[in-house]
């Protein structure tokens, strides 16, 4: 079984920066990815770790510590539309192939 | 086509109906998950099917049945549910690029 842990709820204000943390316990990493989601729609993919570092894309960042089971998502120049769920989840090699494990998930909202 | 697409995006089904949902990828992904999502909580795995097998199954119950007729296709048919299983049921599939998630269908049990 995986633990993956999230704060539930985050408030930053436009144009600000936030870092969303996650820590996790997991056997057979294969993977740790990012996602947003918007209430009543699908999670939208923001990043992917495999190996330990800061993976950078446009204002999102992911960072990875295999051996401290952490991660963390930065957004930069925060905008309303950032108002969401961001959703850690951990992929994980098992006997019956790849697994995705969600986190509880960061209710994240941008405030003027 | 890099879609999962999930249809119907809605559906609304009586306890004593018999419904199917349907996700389709053509990415030439071979393992698809079905995930059930309620609000306010994170996706919740029910069943990963690999090369067309039924690989993960997390003690979900029997009122729901997957099946996975080809590489390309996942249903998951649903017969005498109950309210508490109304939520958001997401597909999935992997490849080399990751996960990637239909838009799920909203299901309301009454």
């Known amino acids: 079984g995986q633990n993956i842990d999230q704060p539930t709820e985050m408030t930053a204000t436009e144009g600000a920066i936030v870092q969303i943390n996650c820590t996790y316990q997991?056997?057979?990493?294969?993977?740790l990815f990012w996602y947003q989601q918007h209430a009543g729609e699908a999670p939208t993919f923001l990043s992917y770790?495999?190996?330990?570092g800061l993976e950078e894309k446009g204002r999102f960042s992911s960072f990875l510590s295999r051996s401290k089971g952490y991660s963390y998502l930065l957004l930069k120049e925060l905008q309303m539309k950032d108002s969401a769920s961001y959703l850690c989840?951990?992929?994980?090699?098992?006997?019956?192939?790849?697994?995705?494990?969600f986190g509880t998930g960061t209710q994240l909202k941008v405030e003027l | 086509d890099t879609e999962v697409t999930q249809t119907p995006k809605h559906l609304v089904m009586g306890m004593t109906n018999k419904k199917s949902l349907k996700c389709e990828q053509h990415?030439?992904?071979?393992?698809m998950y079905w995930y059930k999502q309620k609000a306010k909580k994170p996706p919740e795995l029910m069943f990963v099917?690999?090369?067309?097998?039924?690989?993960i199954n997390e003690s979900v119950p029997s009122r729901f049945s997957p099946e996975c007729p080809n590489s390309s296709l996942l249903n998951l048919h649903l017969h005498a549910l109950q309210p508490e299983d109304s939520a958001l049921y997401l597909c999935?599939?992997?490849?080399?690029?990751?996960?990637?998630f239909g838009s799920g269908t909203r299901l309301t049990v009454v």
């Open positions: 989840a951990v992929s994980e090699l098992t006997g019956g192939g790849n697994k995705l494990t």
């Open positions: 099917y690999s090369y067309e097998k039924l690989s």
């Open positions: 770790n495999v190996l330990d």
């Open positions: 990415m030439g992904h071979r393992a």
């Open positions: 999935a599939s992997i490849g080399t690029g990751g996960y990637t």
């Open positions: 997991t056997s057979g990493f294969n993977g």
